[in-house]
């Protein structure tokens, strides 16, 4: 079992309630637009931290992460990148890495709308996680938490953090 915290657009925004809201997850996982290297360590201090870099991430955060990162999470093949479209209308640069890899997850960020929807076609869990920092036209700062237990995702919550 592992217990996942999901974000992404922090755009370089601290806020404590990401420590709060992760503190019982095994891992955190970042969908891009971190927005700098100093959030990124803060958020790796709390627990194994992963994430792929983003847009408005600069050099040296696009050399400590992919711009598409693939890995196993118990026994779900996942699949992230921030710029990934949503099911129907994915991203030209990513769609046919996509329909190759077949991921049972797949998460991107970017667009600062949040949406989880089980995508039919690829037999596949679509998770965009919103925006938890304040840069954007988004109302909401949101996150995602959930459980993957072998091959099953339960648990999943939207967690609203406050008003942009």
């Known amino acids: 079992m592992l217990k996942v ?23 955190i996982w970042h969908a891009g637009d971190i927005g700098s290297d100093m959030l990124a ?24 992460y992919p711009k598409v990162a693939h890995f196993k999470a118990e026994q779900m093949n996942i699949m992230m990148t ?3 479209g949503y099911p129907g209308r994915y991203n030209p640069e990513i769609r046919k890495e996509l329909y190759d890899t077949r991921p049972n997850m797949f998460i991107a960020g970017h667009s600062h709308i949040l949406k989880v929807v089980f995508d039919k076609n690829l037999n596949c869990l679509y998770i965009n996680p919103g925006a938890a920092g304040k840069s954007g036209f988004h109302q909401v700062r949101t996150l995602v938490r959930f459980i993957i237990e072998g091959k099953t995702v339960r648990d999943l919550e939207v967690i609203e953090l ?3």
């Open 41 to 64: 360590a803060r958020l790796a201090l709390l627990k194994p931290f992963r994430a792929v870099y983003g847009n408005i991430d600069g050099q040296s955060t696009r050399l400590q």
């Open 82 to 84: 921030h710029i990934g």
């Open 162 to 164: 406050g008003q942009r």
């Open 5 to 27: 915290g999901l974000l992404s657009d922090t755009h370089g925004y601290w806020d404590d309630k990401y420590a709060e809201y992760f503190n019982d997850c095994d891992e």
